[in-house]
């Protein structure tokens, strides 16, 4: 069953989505009707199934990088490194 909507946009907008959906063979109301059908049903994946999406060779270093805003000191780090594999 197919309700009516009202919407207000700015006139340069609605012209060329007009212009659009006529060059796509489209009603307005089908352009509108099927993008939010693909706001709604496709939702933006979680960050963890994007991670299960990964080739299984990268799902080995899951963990090992830090996320943005962890502070990481390079330097501290190479020394570690070095100081395992020289001693002293």
Do not use: C, R
């Not at 012209?15 to 939702?43: C, D, I, M, W």
Request: charged fraction near 35%; charge should be negative.
């Amino acid at each position: 069953m197919n309700t009516k909507l009202t919407l207000s946009l700015e006139k340069d907008v609605i012209k060329k989505a007009k212009e659009y959906a006529e060059a796509q063979g489209q009603s307005l109301s089908s352009l509108v009707e099927n993008y939010f059908k693909h706001l709604t049903f496709n939702p933006k994946p979680t960050e963890k199934e994007e991670w299960k999406s990964l080739p299984e060779s990268f799902l080995k270093f899951e963990g090992i990088l830090k996320k943005e805003g962890d502070e990481f000191d390079y330097k501290e780090e190479l020394t570690k490194a070095l100081f395992e594999k020289y001693g002293q």
